[in-house]
């Protein structure tokens, strides 16, 4: 297996586990894609993935109804993608993804729990070089073997295949996503979710003590309205 199973495995349990939090990101998905594209799925291929990725959530129909026509009114604001590139404790590289609609809050939070866990919020380019920004689209297994999904999916983009307890998964490049899609969706795969995973080239090992202080910082900025993901380069158990 390569490199995007190891980063699924040692995630999955790591992914949210507050309902409110999730549907909270995923609201702005949606707010963010019908400000691009429309409110049409049919016509808006983002707006499409945040509601698929939605239903595999669970988020009940009206919610996601409801956040399309907020998304409508010319009075919501719309939600701006941040990119933090920091250092935590012992060198651990920090991307923290946000949607935003109040830039200076986020930054000055974002800052805050940097220094207050002796780490440091560096600059644009100083972190993101580290890691692979790839897409995922995770389909129904049923009738589907890995292997020749795999080698028919090459020429658009997809670079790993696997299956898990959940389906199976494709693993391509971040700018492969629309092209992935289209062919998906053209074979009629159904899609049960999507997403875009920034994924650490090498890993580093710390202690228990150690990964313990680092990975307090991780909870404190997850917590945070604002944030959408944080991705690091330490190594974690997948057990």
Same mark, same amino acid.
């Given at each position: 297996?390569?490199?995007? /199973? ?16 999730? /549907?909270?990101? $995923?609201?702005?998905? $949606? ?19 945040? $509601?698929?990725? +939605? ?19 010319? *009075? ?11 250092? +935590? ?19 000055? *939070?974002?800052?805050?729990?940097? *220094?207050? +866990? ?10 993101? /070089? ?8 995770? !389909? ?7 292997? %020749?999904?795999?080698? %028919? ?21 971040? %700018?492969?996503?629309?092209? !992935? ?14 997403? /875009?995973?920034? $994924? ?11 990964? %313990? ?19 690091? *380069? ?6």
């Amino acid at each position: 297996m390569g490199r995007a /199973f190891e980063f699924r495995k040692a995630r999955k349990m790591k992914r949210w586990s507050a309902m409110a939090k999730t /549907f909270t990101r $995923i609201g702005k998905d $949606i707010v963010m894609a019908v400000k691009e594209g429309g409110p049409d799925p049919d016509n808006n291929s983002r707006l499409r993935a945040v $509601i698929q990725n +939605a239903k595999a959530a669970n988020m009940p129909k009206d919610n996601v109804e409801r956040a399309i026509k907020k998304a409508t009114d010319k *009075n919501t604001e719309n939600y701006k993608e941040v990119l933090f590139e920091g250092y +935590a404790p012992y060198g651990i590289a920090l991307l923290v993804e946000t949607a935003t609609n109040n830039n200076n809050r986020t930054v000055a *939070n974002v800052r805050s729990y940097f *220094n207050k +866990a002796n780490g440091n919020l560096g600059t644009s380019g100083s972190v993101e /070089f580290m890691f692979d920004r790839t897409c995922n689209f995770r !389909i129904n297994p049923e009738g589907i073997d890995p292997e %020749e999904l795999e080698l %028919e999916f090459i020429d658009f983009g997809v670079e790993e295949v696997f299956a898990d307890d959940d389906g199976i998964l494709l693993y391509g490049p971040f %700018e492969n996503f629309g092209s !992935i899609q289209k062919e998906l969706e053209n074979r009629n795969f159904e899609i049960l979710s999507s997403g /875009f995973e920034r $994924i650490p080239q090498t890993l580093t090992k710390l202690s228990a003590e150690q990964a %313990e202080e680092v990975e307090k910082l991780i909870e404190k900025i997850e917590e945070d309205d604002d944030v959408q993901n944080v991705y690091h *380069n330490m190594e974690t158990s997948s057990d």
